[in-house]
Structure formats: C-alpha cells, structure tokens
C-alpha cells in the first residue's frame, strides 16, 4: 500500500503563489506517473498535472498551462506542485495521486489508484 499526504494547502490571494508537496510513504513510488488534481464544490475532479515516474515528463490542464510547474524529488519520494498567479478560480481541494498499476500520466482520475487526502487552497478575490 501507498500513502500520500499533501501538503501546503491555504488562503492566498489573487495573484499569490502556492506550492503543494505530496509526501509518499510505505512504497517508494520512483518509478510510477503521478498527478495532481483538483475538485471544487459541485465540480467534477479535474486533472491539473502530472509528471512520469523519471521526471522526464509532465503534462498540464488547460486551466494551469503555464501558471504552473509539477517536479519531483524520487530521493525524497516527494512529489510538487507549484502555483503561480492564482486566481479567484483556482479555489479547490487538490489532491496528489500515483498510477501504480498502470504506466505513464493520464488525465483520467481513475486511472489513478491510490490517492491522499487532498489540501485545500482558497484563492480570495
């Protein structure tokens, strides 16, 4: 099994910058596409990024395209998110996930299998 726990949620506002970690334990998932989503009350869960198992590639929504940048440190079994010029309608809980059973980023929620929590990041207007 695989946890994850994000982190680095909060209040920000419109223009304001966030990034999000996502700490794994129990399994190192170094080798596995993990991404980032987010939902927002009434919304369906939204694929924001999402990056490969190496690092080598990532892969954005249209709604972060360029306002945003997913790393990864597999030393630290630690997955980023960075947010920049945060806007009223980035308001969501975002929640980290890793596609252990399956390779490659998808945008798909269900093509992800283990998920944390989630964080939630409020963007005030």
């Known amino acids: 099994q695989v946890q994850l726990v994000e982190s680095g949620g909060g209040l920000v506002q419109a223009g304001g910058s966030l990034r999000l970690s996502c700490a794994a334990s129990?399994?190192?998932?170094?080798?596995?596409?993990m991404g980032w989503f987010r939902q927002a009350p009434g919304k369906e869960r939204e694929f924001v990024a999402g990056i490969s198992g190496t690092g080598s590639r990532t892969l954005y929504g249209d709604s972060v395209k360029g306002r945003s940048t997913i790393s990864r440190d597999n030393a630290q079994n630690t997955v980023y998110l960075q947010l920049n010029s945060l806007k009223h309608e980035d308001t969501a809980v975002y929640y980290c996930?890793?596609?252990?059973?399956?390779?490659?980023?998808?945008?798909?929620?269900?093509?992800?299998?283990?998920w944390g929590q989630g964080t939630q990041v409020t963007v005030s207007s």
């Open positions: 129990g399994r190192t998932v170094s080798s596995y596409a």
């Open positions: 996930a890793v596609r252990w059973y399956r390779g490659g980023i998808s945008t798909g929620p269900r093509e992800y299998d283990y």
